[in-house]
C-alpha cells in the first residue's frame, strides 16, 4: 500500500495520503493545509487523487478541502459534521473559522464501505471530539483523526463536544486487534497495542 504523510502546518495536523497495490489512485484524508503542497507531493510519485475523506469538522482538518477537491473530487464527511462546511458557526465547535464551499460532499454514517477501485475504508462512527468524528478503518490499520493519539486522546471540552460519547468511543477503539496500525490526527504513528499498554487514558478500561 501507497502510504504517505503531509503535516507542515501551525497545528501538525496529520494529512494521510493512501493508496491500494497496483493502481495510481489515492485517497486523501483530512486536507486542512496547502493543497498545492499534497497535489505536488502526489504528482511527485505519479498518483492521482480520487477522493478526500474527514475524521472530523474542525477547520485544521478540512481548510483547503474545497480547493483540494476543485470541481470534480467528492468529498466524504460524517452526517453529524457536514454543517462544518456551510455554517461552523451554526455547527458550534466554539470559534470563528469561515465556511469551506466543497462543490461534491458525500455524507457518510457508521458502517459505511467506501471503495476506491478495490480499496475499501470503512466508516466507524466515533462522537465525542464531534458529533460526526469517525475513524477510518482498512487494510490492516485505522485512521483515528483525532479519538486516539499516541500517549494522549482527543479533547471533549469543546461547545459541541460529549465527554460521555467520547468514553463510549474510546471504548469502541479498544476492541480493535493490538496488531492494528493506528495513523492519527496529529503526532506520530501507532498500534492498538501500544495505546493500549501505555496510554494513561486508556489504561485500566
Known amino acids: 500500500m501507497y502510504l504517505d504523510v503531509f503535516s507542515?502546518?501551525?497545528?501538525?495536523?496529520?494529512?494521510?495520503?493512501?493508496?491500494?497495490?497496483?493502481t495510481d489512485e489515492v485517497v486523501v484524508v483530512d486536507p486542512g493545509f496547502?493543497?498545492?503542497r499534497v497535489r505536488a507531493m502526489l504528482d511527485a510519485e505519479d498518483r492521482r487523487p480520487v477522493a478526500a475523506l474527514a475524521t472530523h469538522g474542525h477547520f485544521d482538518h478540512i481548510g483547503s478541502?474545497?480547493?483540494?477537491?476543485?470541481d470534480d473530487?467528492?468529498?466524504?464527511i460524517h452526517e453529524a459534521d457536514v454543517a462544518a462546511l456551510t455554517d461552523p458557526q451554526g455547527w458550534g465547535a466554539g470559534w470563528?473559522?469561515?465556511?469551506?464551499?466543497?462543490?461534491?460532499?458525500?455524507?457518510?454514517v457508521d458502517g459505511d464501505v467506501l471503495t476506491f477501485a478495490g480499496f475499501s475504508?470503512?466508516?466507524v462512527h466515533?462522537?465525542?471530539?464531534?458529533?460526526?468524528?469517525?475513524?477510518?478503518?482498512?487494510?490492516?490499520?485505522?485512521?483515528?483523526?483525532?479519538l486516539v493519539f499516541a500517549g494522549a486522546i482527543g479533547r471533549s471540552d469543546f461547545p459541541n463536544s460529549s465527554?460521555?460519547?467520547m468514553e463510549r468511543s474510546l471504548d469502541r477503539f479498544l476492541e480493535l486487534p493490538d496488531p492494528i496500525d493506528v495513523l492519527p490526527g496529529h503526532g506520530p504513528r501507532t498500534t492498538v497495542g501500544r495505546e493500549r499498554e501505555r496510554n494513561p487514558f486508556l489504561q485500566g478500561r
Not at 73 to 76: A, I, M
Open 73 to 76: 473530487l467528492p468529498f466524504y
Open 8 to 22: 507542515d502546518n501551525s497545528f501538525e495536523t496529520n494529512c494521510w495520503l493512501l493508496g491500494a497495490d497496483g
Open 163 to 165: 465527554p460521555t460519547e
Open 126 to 146: 466515533t462522537p465525542g471530539h464531534t458529533p460526526g468524528s469517525v475513524c477510518l478503518s482498512t487494510d490492516g490499520l485505522v485512521l483515528s483523526g483525532d
Open 34 to 36: 496547502s493543497p498545492e
Open 121 to 123: 475504508i470503512e466508516v
Open 65 to 70: 478541502a474545497a480547493v483540494f477537491c476543485g
Open 96 to 108: 470563528q473559522t469561515p465556511p469551506v464551499p466543497v462543490k461534491d460532499v458525500r455524507t457518510v
